[in-house]
């Protein structure tokens, strides 16, 4: 019978094959609406500062800043999937196309309900301020 090898427990392992913590956590940041950059923004220095404060404290273990933060960088993601204008896509859904003669199909899901948007209709162009003949 093969011998098993002999695993050496440390906290974050522990952690790890708990379920409290993981290697990576990701942030999901809605981006094309102008409303959403300043909560975006907002949220991420709400983040920042409780990293901040977590990190400077001298009352926890590592492993407990590890898993206090990853918690708390879940929470931001989740209130960063919250932000205003909500997704117009469908999780998941794909429709590719060819767009304006290109070599390469492009997912168009949701660009028909983005430019229906009133409140995205501007020039293309930045209207020249210094122009003599506007």
């Not at 492993?63 to 929470?75: A, E, H, N, P, Y």
């Amino acid at each position: 019978m093969p011998r098993r090898k002999k695993l050496n427990h440390n906290p974050t392992t522990a952690a790890m094959l708990d379920g409290a913590m993981g290697f990576n956590v990701r942030l999901e940041l809605k981006g094309w609406h102008r409303d959403h950059w300043p909560r975006n923004a907002q949220i991420l220095r709400e983040l920042v500062e409780e990293i901040d404060f977590v990190t400077k404290s001298n009352s926890y273990r590592s492993v407990d800043v590890c898993t206090i933060l990853q918690r708390k960088t879940k929470w931001a993601h989740q209130r960063l999937r919250k932000v205003l204008p909500a997704e117009v896509r469908e999780r998941g859904a794909a429709r590719m196309e060819y767009v304006a003669g290109r070599t390469y199909s492009q997912n168009t899901i949701g660009h028909d309900e983005v430019g229906a948007r009133e409140d995205l209709n501007e020039s293309f162009f930045k209207p020249n301020r210094h122009s003599r003949y506007d």
